[in-house]
């Protein structure tokens, strides 16, 4: 991206695992219950609506009101156990074919005729006495394999139906301020260094992600408008890394600040105090974290040490955030 008047080194972005759309699924059987903690009686229909499935005790004002199993799971547990399974005993409300839901990840959707699924919560908590094939054989296939969804969008699915699986990767921007990196007196360590970091820290995660990169000079102006670029198209993580200090440059904090609806403190007060109590002008350092409508933001200093300190310390609650601003928190 190149705003006029600026210039901008644009990096291959990274992209990690499933990113393209899935066809070739269908509904293999549609199931429903009056009651939780029972086996769920398939139907030749499901109506869903805002809250779930019509007549399932399941549905309701929260996030996990149509669940879904792959009879591929189904029948590897069914193996495992020497028993056969129905469709619905594991109490899903659609049994799928054609797809291993072990790649599926959180805020991936499905859609379904009319029907549009976001993916809120993988497996759950086995409820024991209350799940009925656990009381029968003593394991249960939902907690590990299972996926639960909120609707996005309404309408009537019939068994058969097929179903296109839509990945939704998160998008991470990388954004180098230096104006002697930007000029080309030497290479940029930083940006790429959180780009490996971030690669391998997602890369044994359920997460799918893509990762681009910028760098530009210390310019509150280009850095303002690659900011809300990245807010008005969705970006999910924006990174930073250099501008942070006190200098007459230092730009950095002072333009994310007035961009973010909120400021999340305790991330880098906690990184200061850690590692200000042996480098004390760790202290002196200005980082933020803050969030522009449903973008993350995270202001880091320039060094490669500095971003491997810091991603050491936001990496432990970057996940949970990212649920917190999709309403997955829970």
């Known amino acids: 991206m190149i705003f006029e008047g600026f210039s901008a080194i644009q990096v291959t972005g990274v992209i990690m695992k ?3 759309p899935q066809t070739g699924i269908h509904a293999l059987s549609l199931n429903i219950s009056e009651r939780k903690g029972t086996v769920k009686t398939p139907v030749p229909e499901l109506t869903i609506d805002e809250r779930g499935c019509v007549g399932d005790a399941h549905a309701g004002d929260w996030h996990r009101q149509v669940s ?17 399974i129905q469709p619905g005993e594991f109490a899903e409300n659609i049994t799928t074919s054609g797809i291993d839901l072990g790649d599926v990840s959180l805020l991936d959707r499905f859609v379904i005729g009319d029907v ?16 009925a094939i656990f009381r029968e054989v003593g394991k249960c296939v939902m907690p590990k394999e299972g996926i639960f969804c909120r609707v996005l969008k309404t309408g009537t699915v019939r068994t058969g139906d097929g179903i296109t699986y839509l990945p939704r990767p998160l998008h991470f921007l990388v954004i180098t ?3 002697r ?39 509150a102006e280009h850095l303002e408008r690659e900011l809300v670029s990245a807010r008005d198209t969705d970006i999910d993580v924006v990174i930073t890394t250099g501008g942070t200090g006190v200098g007459p440059r230092d730009i950095t904090p002072d333009v994310v600040r007035p961009l973010c609806d ?3 403190p305790g991330v880098m ?15 002196l350092s200005r980082c933020v974290t ?5 973008t993350l933001v995270y202001t880091l200093p320039g060094s490669v040490r500095a971003v491997n300190e810091y991603m050491e310390e936001i990496l432990k609650t970057m996940e949970h955030l990212i649920t917190m601003i999709h309403g997955l928190g829970h």
């Open 18 to 20: 499933r990113d393209r």
């Open 68 to 84: 879904l199993l792959a009879q591929e799971s189904v029948d590897r547990f069914a193996e495992s156990m020497k028993r056969k």
């Open 116 to 131: 549009e699924l976001e993916v809120t919560q993988i497996g759950k908590e086995c409820h024991g006495d209350t799940c």
């Open 262 to 264: 909120k400021i999340v």
């Open 269 to 283: 007060e906690q990184i200061r105090l850690k590692y200000g109590a042996d480098k004390p002008n760790a202290l």
């Open 290 to 294: 803050g969030v522009m409508r449903q």
């Open 177 to 179: 301020l230096s104006d």
């Open 181 to 219: 990196a930007h000029r080309g007196e030497y290479e940029d360590l930083s940006g790429p260094r959180v780009r490996d970091i971030l690669s391998g820290f997602f890369r044994d995660k359920r997460w799918h992600i893509e990762i681009e990169s910028r760098l530009i000079g210390d310019e």
